[in-house]
């Protein structure tokens, strides 16, 4: 069942303008210090122990080579490791190491060069390791026992299912998103690699969480037992959906909630018990305090068309675009939360159910609505009712059939109301 925002929708924080015009395509903090890389590939080194008082250190342009672009940067302490691909002709991609140790005088001090056309598209950091994992086609593990001069301990392919867009660590774990393309066809694949790291020099996949064929990751996030992700459904339709999955069991990840994300996710954080993502109108909060009512707010004032964000453990978001930079206090003010917007309510009865259950739901107003019925690896299994519906209370029931009018084996079903006004999902549980 779907709850307000409350003062999820957090139009009543503190947005501060810095004290210099920053503008970036990506930034990562490290303590107080922030690196942020801006759209001609510089990056600029800044104190950020006061988050609404930025100073800058210092800055270098590691693209010493004309046609090299700067598109992510990830740190550990002083050390910043900027990806960049080459634009030109001749296309590579390299990862180039920055020393800054003195902020004010920083120094490229190696460059790892990938052959071959298409952008790096994963970079992430094992701080607690020292570990630097890159992926282009494969994944790629390199030792930062010196953190200035990276080391390569092992490389596993992982071309076979699509090249990895993006990287989490967590722990010995890492997970590995299989990349978007604008053109989905039937057979092409989009999930999460989960990969072993636990013997850096020996990596091994340990298991494979696919999407169904044109679901595809533009960003995602693991917390504990739960996999957040922005996932694009169907063949030409381009609804954007907030996706919770439990993956206590990676072998048989079951889907918790689908809800509508209303945006194109870039990049995802979690803080406290709220997911952020990036999208074309800012920064978007998710409400996750219940992982099975996740509920979308409104984007984070102050930051439109973000490309790239942090959060600091104290709860700061920076966020930058190419033509701009914001810092928002992400803690709650004194001023009260203003009204949520009108939810849409769904409940089943029975549940468990056996032979059939009534699936009610509420319309403020009159609008198209889509109900359906998906299986708990996210599979479509019938489509109830599709087309305008007047507002009011609604009841449909579902049988346990599918659209075929085969009955279904016992287990957990997703059923799902959606809207342009927005969606909501309830668990069912059909018993035999």
Same mark, same amino acid.
């Given at each position: 069942?779907?709850?307000?925002?409350?003062?999820?929708?957090?139009?009543?924080?503190?947005?501060?303008?810095?004290?210099?015009?920053?503008?970036?395509?990506?930034?990562?903090?490290?303590?107080?210090?922030?690196?942020?890389?801006?759209?001609?590939?510089?990056? $600029?080194?800044?104190?950020?122990?006061?988050?609404?008082?930025?100073?800058?250190? /210092?800055?270098?342009?590691?693209?010493?080579? &004309?046609?090299?672009?700067?598109?992510? !940067?990830?740190?550990?302490?002083?050390?910043?490791?900027?990806?960049?691909?080459?634009?030109?002709? @001749?296309?590579?991609?390299?990862?180039?190491?920055?020393?800054?140790?003195?902020?004010?005088?920083?120094?490229?001090?190696?460059?790892?060069?990938? *052959?071959?056309?298409?952008?790096?598209? /994963?970079?992430?950091?094992?701080?607690?390791?020292?570990?630097?994992?890159?992926?282009?086609?494969?994944?790629?593990?390199? *030792?930062?026992?010196?953190?200035? $001069?990276?080391?390569?301990?092992?490389?596993?392919?992982?071309?076979?299912?699509?090249? @990895?867009?993006?990287?989490?660590?967590?722990?010995?774990?890492?997970?590995?998103?299989?990349? +978007?393309?604008?053109?989905?066809?039937?057979?092409?694949?989009? /999930?999460?690699?989960? @990969?072993?790291?636990?013997?850096?020099?020996?990596?091994?996949?340990?298991?494979?969480?696919?999407?169904?064929?044109?679901?595809?990751?533009?960003?995602?996030?693991?917390?504990?037992?739960?996999?957040?992700?922005?996932?694009?459904? &169907?063949?030409?339709?381009?609804?954007?959906?907030?996706?919770?999955?439990?993956?206590?069991?990676? *072998?048989?990840?079951?889907?918790?909630?689908?809800?509508?994300?209303?945006?194109?996710?870039?990049?995802?954080?979690?803080?406290?018990?709220?997911?952020?993502?990036?999208?074309?109108?800012?920064?978007?909060?998710?409400?996750?305090?219940?992982?099975?009512?996740?509920?979308?707010?409104?984007?984070?004032?102050?930051?439109?068309?973000?490309?790239? +964000?942090?959060?600091?453990?104290? /709860? !700061?978001?920076?966020?930058?675009?190419?033509?701009?930079?914001?810092?928002?206090?992400?803690?709650?003010? *004194?001023?009260?939360?203003?009204?949520?917007?009108?939810?849409?309510?769904?409940?089943?009865?029975?549940?468990?159910?056996?032979?059939?259950?009534?699936?009610?739901?509420?319309?403020?107003?009159?609008?198209?609505?889509?109900?359906?019925?998906?299986?708990?690896?996210?599979?479509? @299994?019938?489509?109830?009712?599709?087309?305008?519906?007047?507002?009011?209370?609604?009841?449909?029931?579902?049988?346990?059939?599918?659209?075929?009018?085969?009955?279904?084996?016992?287990?957990?079903?997703?059923?799902? !109301?959606?809207?342009?006004?927005?969606?909501?999902?309830?668990?069912? !549980?059909?018993?035999?």
């Amino acid at each position: 069942m779907r709850r307000p925002m409350l003062s999820l929708i957090l139009l009543s924080l503190a947005v501060a303008a810095t004290a210099q015009p920053f503008a970036g395509r990506d930034l990562c903090l490290s303590g107080d210090r922030l690196n942020l890389m801006d759209a001609s590939g510089t990056l $600029h080194i800044i104190d950020a122990s006061d988050p609404f008082d930025l100073v800058e250190l /210092g800055s270098i342009n590691p693209e010493t080579e &004309e046609w090299w672009i700067g598109l992510r !940067v990830v740190c550990l302490g002083t050390t910043a490791y900027v990806m960049e691909n080459n634009a030109s002709e @001749v296309q590579g991609v390299r990862i180039s190491t920055v020393d800054a140790a003195d902020p004010a005088n920083p120094l490229v001090t190696d460059s790892i060069y990938y *052959s071959g056309s298409g952008p790096l598209t /994963g970079l992430a950091v094992d701080a607690d390791r020292a570990l630097l994992y890159v992926s282009k086609g494969d994944l790629s593990v390199y *030792s930062l026992a010196d953190p200035l $001069h990276p080391a390569l301990l092992d490389q596993l392919d992982l071309s076979f299912y699509r090249p @990895v867009a993006d990287i989490q660590v967590a722990g010995n774990t890492v997970y590995c998103a299989q990349g +978007f393309t604008y053109f989905p066809t039937e057979e092409d694949i989009f /999930g999460v690699a989960v @990969v072993d790291a636990t013997v850096p020099s020996a990596l091994a996949e340990l298991s494979y969480m696919p999407n169904y064929p044109t679901r595809f990751r533009s960003c995602f996030r693991v917390d504990g037992n739960l996999l957040y992700s922005i996932i694009g459904e &169907e063949l030409g339709d381009p609804t954007k959906y907030f996706q919770v999955q439990d993956i206590s069991d990676i *072998s048989t990840p079951q889907i918790l909630a689908e809800v509508v994300a209303g945006d194109h996710g870039k990049r995802m954080r979690v803080h406290d018990d709220v997911v952020y993502f990036t999208g074309e109108s800012g920064v978007i909060p998710v409400d996750v305090s219940d992982p099975y009512a996740p509920a979308v707010g409104q984007p984070v004032p102050g930051t439109p068309v973000a490309l790239a +964000f942090e959060i600091s453990p104290e /709860g !700061v978001l920076f966020a930058c675009w190419d033509y701009g930079f914001a810092v928002v206090d992400l803690n709650p003010t *004194s001023a009260p939360p203003p009204a949520a917007p009108e939810q849409i309510d769904l409940t089943a009865w029975p549940n468990p159910f056996n032979p059939k259950v009534a699936l009610r739901f509420t319309l403020p107003v009159a609008t198209a609505a889509r109900v359906s019925i998906h299986d708990a690896a996210g599979r479509r @299994v019938a489509l109830l009712a599709e087309g305008e519906f007047a507002a009011g209370p609604k009841r449909l029931d579902w049988d346990g059939r599918d659209g075929a009018g085969r009955a279904q084996p016992s287990g957990v079903y997703l059923a799902r !109301v959606e809207t342009p006004l927005g969606a909501c999902s309830e668990r069912l !549980v059909l018993l035999r």
